[in-house]
C-alpha cells in the first residue's frame, strides 16, 4: 500500500514518563466493525477494491505519510472514541532488522521459535490461513510476539542497545518505520531527521529540479509483494535546446507459486508524480498499450498519472512510460546543473536502479556522480532502499 503495507493490526501503545506502560496489539477489524457512519472511499479503492465504505484498514491511501496518519488518526477515533498523539507506522521488514539483533523469540503458546527468516510465513500461517472476521487468532499470535519483542527489548539487562538502535535508524531511513506526531514542535524534529516521510510539495525552490515518484497499491486482497520483484531502468535525453525526456522500464516478476492465498495475482493500483506540466505520452504493459487508460491528476503541487497494472502468478512483464518534463536546462557562464531526485515509496525493498543520461555533442560532463559508457552518455547503478539524489553538472 502508499505508506508500506496493508493495515492489519494495529498496536496502542501507552507511555508515561519516558517509559512504555502498557501494549496492546489487536486486528484492525475488530475495531473497523464499530464504524457506525459512511465514509465514501477514493475513487480506486471504491472501483478497484470493491469497497462501497472506507474504513481504518484502508486509511493509508496517500503516499504521504504525516497526510495518511492523519486519516488514520480520524478513523481510529470515530472508530473508538479515544484521541491518539500520533502514529508510527511499522511494517515485516523492521521486525527482521530487530530479531536479527536481539535474537529469537520464543512464543511459547504457540511452540514457535521466531527469527527473521521465519517471521513472514509464521505471521501468514498463525494470523491470516484461517482468518475470519471476528476471529483471534491474529490478535493473540502478534500479542504474543509483539510482546516477546518488547520484553527483550526493555527488560534483559544485557541487551545491546547500540546495534537496536542501528536497527531503528536503518528501517527509519530504509522507510519501513514511519513516524507522525501530532505536537508541532516534535513533527518539527521528525522533519528534520527525513522520518515522517513526506512526499515533497513542489515549490519555486524545487521547480527546476527534475522528480519522480512511484506509488503502487496491491488491490489483489493478497500477499503477493512477498513474492514480487522489480527492477527499474531510466532513461534521459537532454535536447539542444536543454530540454528534458525519459523512458522509463520497471520489469516485474510475480514468483507467486499459484492464485492460492498468500500468493496471487498481483492487481497493482500505480500512481506516477512527476514536475508539474509534465507529459506522459506512452504507456506500454507488456505488448499491450494501455496509454488511454492512464488517468492525469494534480496532487502535492505536481502532474500525476494513475492507470491499473495486473500480473498473474509465475508471470513477468514489463512497464515501459515515455514522459517529458518541463524543465529547461539553463546554462549561464556557458554552465548548468541537472538534478534528479527520486523517492523511494515506502514497504519497498532494495530494488535495482539504473540511470543512464545522454546529451548532446557539444554537452560536457564537469562533475557528477555519474560514469561515462559512451562518447555523449554517462550513466550510474544503484537501489532505491532510499530515496535517491542525482545531479550532473554541464559545461559547454
Given at each position: 500500500?502508499?505508506?508500506?503495507?496493508?493495515?492489519?493490526?494495529?498496536?496502542?501503545?501507552?507511555?508515561?514518563?519516558?517509559?512504555?506502560?502498557?501494549?496492546?496489539?489487536?486486528?484492525?477489524?475488530?475495531?473497523?466493525?464499530?464504524?457506525?457512519?459512511?465514509?465514501?472511499?477514493?475513487?480506486?479503492?471504491?472501483?478497484?477494491?470493491?469497497?462501497?465504505?472506507?474504513?481504518?484498514?484502508?486509511?493509508?491511501?496517500?503516499?504521504?505519510?504525516?497526510?495518511?496518519?492523519?486519516?488514520?488518526?480520524?478513523?481510529?477515533?470515530?472508530?473508538?472514541?479515544?484521541?491518539?498523539?500520533?502514529?508510527?507506522?511499522?511494517?515485516?521488514?523492521?521486525?527482521?532488522?530487530?530479531?536479527?539483533?536481539?535474537?529469537?523469540?520464543?512464543?511459547?503458546?504457540?511452540?514457535?521459535?521466531?527469527?527473521?527468516?521465519?517471521?513472514?510465513?509464521?505471521?501468514?500461517?498463525?494470523?491470516?490461513?484461517?482468518?475470519?472476521?471476528?476471529?483471534?487468532?491474529?490478535?493473540?499470535?502478534?500479542?504474543?510476539?509483539?510482546?516477546?519483542?518488547?520484553?527483550?527489548?526493555?527488560?534483559?539487562?544485557?541487551?545491546?542497545?547500540?546495534?537496536?538502535?542501528?536497527?531503528?535508524?536503518?528501517?527509519?531511513?530504509?522507510?519501513?518505520?514511519?513516524?507522525?506526531?501530532?505536537?508541532?514542535?516534535?513533527?518539527?524534529?521528525?522533519?528534520?531527521?527525513?522520518?515522517?516521510h513526506v512526499l515533497p510539495r513542489q515549490s519555486k525552490e524545487n521547480?527546476?529540479?527534475?522528480?519522480?515518484?512511484?506509488?503502487?497499491?496491491?488491490?489483489?486482497?493478497?500477499?503477493?509483494?512477498?513474492?514480487?520483484?522489480?527492477?527499474?531502468?531510466?532513461?534521459?535525453?537532454?535536447?539542444?535546446?536543454?530540454?528534458?525526456?525519459?523512458?522509463?522500464?520497471?520489469?516485474?516478476?510475480?514468483?507467486?507459486?499459484?492464485?492460492?492465498?498468500?500468493?496471487?495475482?498481483?492487481?497493482?493500483?500505480?500512481?506516477?508524480?512527476?514536475?508539474?506540466?509534465?507529459?506522459?505520452?506512452?504507456?506500454?504493459?507488456?505488448?499491450?498499450?494501455?496509454?488511454?487508460?492512464?488517468?492525469?491528476?494534480?496532487?502535492?503541487?505536481?502532474?500525476?498519472?494513475?492507470?491499473?497494472?495486473?500480473?498473474?502468478?509465475?508471470?513477468?512483464?514489463?512497464?515501459?512510460?515515455?514522459?517529458?518534463?518541463?524543465?529547461?536546462?539553463?546554462?549561464?557562464?556557458?554552465?548548468?546543473?541537472?538534478?534528479?531526485?527520486?523517492?523511494?515509496?515506502?514497504?519497498?525493498?532494495?530494488?535495482?536502479?539504473?540511470?543512464?543520461?545522454?546529451?548532446?555533442?557539444?554537452?560536457?560532463?564537469?562533475?557528477?556522480?555519474?560514469?561515462?559508457?559512451?562518447?555523449?552518455?554517462?550513466?550510474?547503478?544503484?537501489?532505491?532502499?532510499?530515496?535517491?539524489?542525482?545531479?550532473?553538472?554541464?559545461?559547454?
Open positions: 500500500r502508499p505508506t508500506g503495507g496493508f493495515i492489519g493490526s494495529y498496536a496502542k501503545v501507552l507511555l508515561e514518563g519516558g517509559k512504555l506502560k502498557k501494549l496492546e496489539v489487536n486486528d484492525i477489524y475488530t475495531i473497523d466493525g464499530n464504524l457506525g457512519i459512511h465514509v465514501e472511499p477514493p475513487k480506486e479503492i471504491k472501483e478497484d477494491l470493491g469497497q462501497k465504505d472506507w474504513f481504518l484498514r484502508d486509511s493509508n491511501w496517500e503516499s504521504d505519510f504525516p497526510t495518511s496518519a492523519r486519516m488514520a488518526e480520524w478513523f481510529y477515533t470515530k472508530e473508538t472514541e479515544e484521541r491518539v498523539a500520533g502514529v508510527i507506522a511499522l511494517d515485516i521488514s523492521a521486525m527482521e532488522e530487530l530479531l536479527a539483533v536481539i535474537g529469537p523469540i520464543d512464543v511459547v503458546d504457540y511452540n514457535e521459535k521466531i527469527t527473521p527468516e521465519n517471521l513472514f510465513e509464521k505471521a501468514v500461517t498463525h494470523a491470516e490461513s484461517q482468518f475470519f472476521p471476528g476471529s483471534q487468532a491474529k490478535k493473540s499470535f502478534l500479542t504474543a510476539l509483539t510482546n516477546g519483542v518488547f520484553e527483550k527489548i526493555f527488560f534483559l539487562p544485557q541487551n545491546n542497545w547500540p546495534g537496536i538502535i542501528s536497527a531503528l535508524s536503518k528501517s527509519l531511513d530504509e522507510k519501513h518505520i514511519s513516524i507522525y506526531l501530532n505536537d508541532p514542535k516534535l513533527f518539527s524534529y521528525l522533519l528534520s531527521q527525513n522520518w515522517a521547480q527546476t529540479s527534475d522528480f519522480l515518484s512511484l506509488v503502487e497499491a496491491n488491490l489483489g486482497a493478497n500477499k503477493a509483494n512477498y513474492y514480487l520483484s522489480r527492477s527499474y531502468d531510466l532513461e534521459t535525453v537532454v535536447g539542444k535546446m536543454g530540454e528534458v525526456k525519459h523512458r522509463l522500464r520497471i520489469n516485474y516478476v510475480n514468483r507467486s507459486p499459484s492464485d492460492t492465498f498468500p500468493g496471487g495475482k498481483y492487481k497493482n493500483r500505480m500512481r506516477i508524480y512527476l514536475p508539474f506540466g509534465s507529459k506522459l505520452t506512452r504507456v506500454l504493459w507488456g505488448e499491450a498499450d494501455i496509454t488511454k487508460d492512464a488517468a492525469g491528476f494534480i496532487d502535492y503541487g505536481r502532474s500525476g498519472y494513475s492507470f491499473l497494472l495486473e500480473l498473474a502468478p509465475k508471470e513477468q512483464k514489463t512497464l515501459v512510460l515515455d514522459y517529458s518534463v518541463p524543465i529547461k536546462l539553463e546554462f549561464k557562464d556557458n554552465e548548468a546543473e541537472y538534478r534528479l531526485d527520486i523517492i523511494k515509496q515506502a514497504g519497498t525493498l532494495k530494488d535495482p536502479f539504473v540511470w543512464r543520461i545522454s546529451y548532446p555533442i557539444n554537452y560536457q560532463v564537469v562533475s557528477g556522480q555519474t560514469q561515462k559508457i559512451g562518447p555523449q552518455e554517462q550513466t550510474i547503478s544503484t537501489d532505491l532502499s532510499t530515496d535517491r539524489s542525482f545531479k550532473v553538472e554541464f559545461k559547454k
